[in-house]
């Protein structure tokens, strides 16, 4: 039913101040967290995301052809709606509870621009947002659902986003 549907599930269960979003396949390496942590308590963000496009950042496992869609994708976004954040398709991010339900309650994204949106709305709200370099390791078991019909999705929810934000 889509990511946010699965984010939204997740809240309801989410006891406690913060809420920490990762890929369960371990994607996301949990060793990332204590930075997470680290940085949000240095600076008081409501949101630490981690991200591929810094120093120190990267991603291992993907072809030419999908570094280059995820990059262009961030570009785009980047160049379009000037979020201030490098990685706007991620999603190994911690969120400040309050910030999360207050973002979440005005996304209508469901699929891969969900990410996109959450950030893009979270920027204009005026929420504090930092950034942590992390290297995303491609899954070892799946696919990725990511393919043409995503990418027209995202290209729709980047034009609703400039025109309603």
Known sequence: MGLGTAYIHGMKHASGNFVVIMDADLSHHPKYLPGFIRKQLETGGDIVTGTRYVKGGGVHGWN???????RGANVLAQTL????VSDLTGSFR??????LEDIISCCVSKGYVF???MIVRASRKGYHIEEVPITFVDRVYGSSKLG???IVEYLKGLVYLLMTT
Do not use: H, V
Not at 64 to 70: A, D, G, V, W
Not at 81 to 84: F, I, Q, R, Y
Not at 94 to 99: D, F, T
């Open 64 to 70: 030419l052809m999908r570094k280059l869609t995820s």
């Open 115 to 117: 990410q996109m949106e």
């Open 81 to 84: 709606l000037w979020p201030g």
């Open 94 to 99: 911690l969120y400040r509870k309050s910030a």
């Open 148 to 150: 043409g019909s995503e």
